[in-house]
Every structure is written in structure tokens, then in C-alpha cells.
């Protein structure tokens, strides 16, 4: 029963941290999907000083990682940060400016959840 209740905790801390990723960047075309070397990404960007810079989320040999790269660069999936350990980790953009995300822990516990993008 321990083990569920870390899981459901990371599930919700991992939840948490992409929704305030999200806010944090819901500016037009601030919010988007891509890939990462073939990898489902969502998609997060900044403009510093003029230049374009992304921040992908992705799922990648069992962990869900974080990438901060310029924009255009040739950057590799294995580059990127692991931020929680996840079976799991769908996004879909749905109209409107919906995203439908899903997460599945390690230990089998899921988490969906739709965030809405404002300035789309």
C-alpha cells in the first residue's frame, strides 16, 4: 500500500509540474506538440534576446525528461534531464487549445488530465 500511495504522490507532483509549465508558457504559439527524435514531445518556447529556445517533455527509456534547447538546434532525446519515472506519458491536442495529457507510473497508477491553452 506504500508503494501505491509514492506513486499516486509522484503522479500528482509530475501533474502539478507540467500544469505550471503550461501556465507559465500559455502565450500565442507559446504551447505545441512535436517530436524529439521520433518521440512525442509537448512543447514549451521562450524567446531570450531575440532568439527562440524550446523546452520538450518526453518520455524516454522509462523516464520522463525535460530538454531546454535553441530552436532549430539538433538536439538528441538521451540529452535530457530526468524529472520522474513514468511507464507512460501521452499528449494530445485536441481543438480550442486543449491538451489531453496522460501519465502512467511505474507501479501502474494513471493520471489524465486536460489543460487549456488561453491564447489559442
Known amino acids: ?12 507532483t509530475v501533474s502539478s509540474y507540467i500544469a505550471t509549465k503550461f501556465r507559465q508558457h500559455d502565450v500565442q504559439d507559446g504551447i505545441f506538440t512535436d517530436e524529439l527524435n521520433d518521440i512525442p514531445a509537448l512543447c514549451f518556447r521562450d524567446t531570450i ?3 527562440d529556445y524550446i523546452t520538450y517533455l518526453y518520455l524516454d527509456d522509462g523516464r520522463l525528461k ?5 530552436d532549430g538546434s539538433s538536439a ?6 530526468a524529472i520522474a519515472s ?6 494530445e491536442e485536441n481543438a480550442n487549445g486543449f491538451y489531453h495529457i496522460f501519465l502512467q507510473s511505474t ?12 491564447a489559442a
Open 107 to 118: 507501479a501502474g497508477d494513471t493520471s489524465e488530465f486536460y489543460l487549456h491553452s488561453c
Open 49 to 51: 534576446n531575440n532568439q
Open 66 to 70: 525535460e530538454l531546454f534547447t535553441a
Open 86 to 91: 513514468l511507464s507512460d506519458f501521452q499528449i
Open 1 to 12: 500500500m506504500h508503494q501505491k500511495a509514492d506513486s499516486e504522490t509522484d503522479l500528482g
Open 76 to 81: 538528441q532525446a538521451n540529452a535530457g534531464t
